[in-house]
């Protein structure tokens, strides 16, 4: 579902899939441990990702969140149009890509 590359001042998550219900766990759990565990910021690739649902949606508002409380930051690059505009019909583009 995704790899994960590693540089000094952040972790890529290169997503290979989808996010949706059926199979955010493991990348939700993925974040979690390195929220917990790291103090890099998190840079999200989405290049190969085309739907994206309402879970998926909470799982990066929450993420973006507690990197936030902890001064780190959440990037989404390459966003696919159809996630682009799930974004911003659900009003939380700018919060997402700022």
Known sequence: ??????????RLFLLKDNLTSLNI?????ALDA?????ERDVILDL???TKI????????????KRLAENSRGLKM?????PVQKVLT????EAFLTE
């Not at 579902?1 to 952040?10: G, I, N, Q, R, T």
């Not at 019909?89 to 939380?92: D, P, S």
């Open 1 to 10: 579902m995704f790899e994960v590359v590693d540089s000094d001042c952040d």
């Open 77 to 81: 690059t390459n966003l696919s149009e």
């Open 53 to 64: 649902d309402s879970k998926a949606l909470a799982f990066l508002i929450r993420a973006k």
């Open 25 to 29: 766990e493991p990348l939700n759990q």
């Open 47 to 49: 290049e190969d990702v």
């Open 89 to 92: 019909l659900t009003g939380v």
């Open 34 to 38: 390195f929220i917990e565990d790291d």
